[in-house]
């Protein structure tokens, strides 16, 4: 990265959804075409944050399936993960996850928007 890009570099913000946008999510043919409508059912922070933790600890609960070898930690994370994250939708956001309109790249979205957020690109 060029020095002069690195000063200049600011933390993403979601784009505001319009309808005719959330219509979009479900027809989007591509993951590159969804996840900025996806980042735009994501305005709120705190139901990026309730994302962010139930990410968190689905990959946790990952860990641990592996380390233990014991079933539970895969419903434990599957339900963690979607737990923290509609409660987000429902709590802050006010609106039905992406998951109803496209599971796959909902599931990747949250992966990047986890990442992006970690990696200080997504405000928390």
């Known amino acids: 990265m060029r020095a002069r890009d690195r000063h200049t570099r600011q933390a993403h913000t979601p784009p505001q959804a319009s309808p005719p946008d959330l219509a979009r999510l479900a027809a989007s043919r591509s993951f590159a075409e969804f996840y900025p409508l996806y980042l735009a059912e994501h305005r709120n922070p705190m139901c990026r944050r309730l994302h962010f933790i139930g990410s968190t600890l689905a990959l946790a609960c990952l860990f641990l399936l592996l380390f ?7 419903l434990a994370g599957v339900l ?7 409660a987000g939708h429902v709590l802050f956001e006010h609106n039905r996850p992406a998951t109803f309109k496209r599971p796959i790249y909902s ?5 990047v928007m986890w990442w992006h957020m970690l990696a200080g690109k997504l405000p928390f």
Not at 68 to 74: A, H
Not at 107 to 111: A, P, Q, T
């Open 107 to 111: 599931l990747m979205g949250d992966w």
């Open 80 to 86: 963690l993960g979607y737990g923290f994250a509609w």
């Open 68 to 74: 233990t070898g014991q079933p539970e930690w895969l």
